[in-house]
């Protein structure tokens, strides 16, 4: 089945800094969703990503589809202490079908 | 929009009972839910796709006689963990699909259900 590679596993960064995540995967996808989950909570999508080569913002968060549909990655600028969390990327290949998780990034801000 | 919701939040049930958790779409309807489990500081696991009006796929490994599913209504699917055993005690989420062309393969999750079972 399909997988994807999510890195880093986890991240400790001071309040300010900027943070950069990224998936892979060994075969394509149409679609590229980055979501966030706070402890004790179901995830929150943040952004969607639909064509190959898309950059998208979402406020402080930037995400892009890579060119050759098998990688994504997801920035956040001058990071702050709430966006501590767990942070998925997720792939879908056929419309509508069903979504790919990667294993997820463990971001800890330190005011 | 977009809001799902689940019900109940957590639940302690001892072993050999039943717990059925519910999940809501709010205010759009979804054809097609989805079932996921999620093992402390691990990733989601897909149980299982509900499909309105039709019987629900399951993942591989996945007991279908353990956790049944019913999705009777385009805003209600159920999930019902037969004979809980400790194993089976996990942070269970729910997740739906709008319909809309412009986001059709966002899935949008609802707040989880946490099962302890004794």
């Known amino acids: 089945g399909q997988q994807l590679n999510q890195s880093p596993q986890s991240m400790f960064i001071q309040e300010g800094e900027d943070v950069s995540m990224n998936c892979t995967s060994s075969?394509?996808?149409?679609?590229w969703l980055w979501y966030k989950q706070d402890p004790g909570e179901g995830p929150v999508l943040l952004i969607a990503l639909y064509k190959a080569g898309e950059l998208t913002s979402n406020g402080r968060l930037t995400a892009q589809f890579g060119i050759t549909r098998k990688d994504s990655f997801l920035n956040i600028s001058a990071s702050i202490p709430s966006d501590v969390g767990i942070y998925f990327c997720?792939?879908?290949?056929?419309?509508?079908?069903?979504?790919?998780f990667g294993d997820g990034t463990t971001l800890t801000v330190k005011p | 929009g977009a809001v799902v919701s689940q019900h109940p939040s957590r639940v302690i049930c001892k072993s050999g009972t039943s717990v059925k958790i519910e999940c809501r779409s709010l205010?759009?309807?979804?054809?097609?839910m989805f079932w996921y489990r999620q093992f402390p500081k691990q990733s989601l696991m897909l149980m299982a796709t509900s499909n309105e009006g039709s019987k629900a796929t399951y993942e591989q490994g996945v007991e279908k006689d353990k956790f049944l599913i019913n999705h009777a209504s385009l805003t209600l699917s159920t999930l019902t963990v037969t004979s809980a055993h400790p194993e089976d005690s996990s942070f269970y989420i729910c997740?739906?699909?709008?319909?809309?062309?412009?986001?059709?393969?966002?899935?949008?999750f609802g707040p989880g259900t946490r099962l302890t079972v004794l």
């Open positions: 205010d759009f309807q979804a054809t097609t």
């Open positions: 075969s394509i996808f149409n679609t």
């Open positions: 997740s739906a699909r709008p319909p809309f062309m412009s986001s059709y393969n966002e899935q949008f």
């Open positions: 997720a792939g879908v290949y056929t419309n509508a079908g069903k979504s790919t």
